[in-house]
C-alpha cells in the first residue's frame, strides 16, 4: 500500500526512526543541486533495476520524493509492483522547508 507523507511528518519521523530509507528519484544533477541529507539517488530511470540492490528489505519504511511529485508517485506504484509494502510518497522537495545538502 502507497501512503501519502507530508514533508513536517518525515522530518518527525526521521528525528527518531534511522531506519527509514529516503531516495531521491530526480536525475543525478538534480541530487547534486540539493537534496534532504540522508536521503539516496536513485534516478526513476533506474529504480526497477536498481532498487532491490540499494534497498534489498522489502518490509523497510521508504520514502520517496522528486522536485514536485509526479516521478515520486511514479517511483512509489513501481515499488508497490516491485514488491515493496512500507512506502511513503513525500511528493516533491519544493515542499521541504528544512536543510538541505548538495554534492553527492
Do not use: P, S, T, V
Given at each position: 500500500?502507497?501512503?501519502t507523507i507530508s514533508p513536517s511528518e518525515v522530518k518527525r519521523r526521521l528525528s527518531f526512526d534511522k531506519d527509514i530509507t529516503l531516495v531521491d528519484v530526480r536525475t543525478p544533477p538534480e541530487y547534486v543541486e540539493g537534496h534532504i541529507p540522508g536521503s539516496i539517488l536513485l534516478p526513476l530511470e533506474m529504480l526497477e533495476t536498481f532498487a532491490e540492490e540499494k534497498m534489498p528489505n522489502k518490509n523497510a519504511i521508504i520514502v520517496v520524493y522528486c522536485e514536485l511529485g509526479r516521478k515520486s508517485a511514479a517511483a512509489a506504484f513501481m515499488l508497490h509492483?516491485?514488491?515493496?509494502?512500507?512506502?511513503?510518497?513525500?511528493?516533491?522537495i519544493i515542499g521541504w522547508p528544512y536543510e538541505t545538502e548538495t554534492g553527492m
Open positions: 500500500m502507497i501512503k509492483n516491485l514488491g515493496y509494502r512500507n512506502i511513503y510518497n513525500m511528493g516533491g
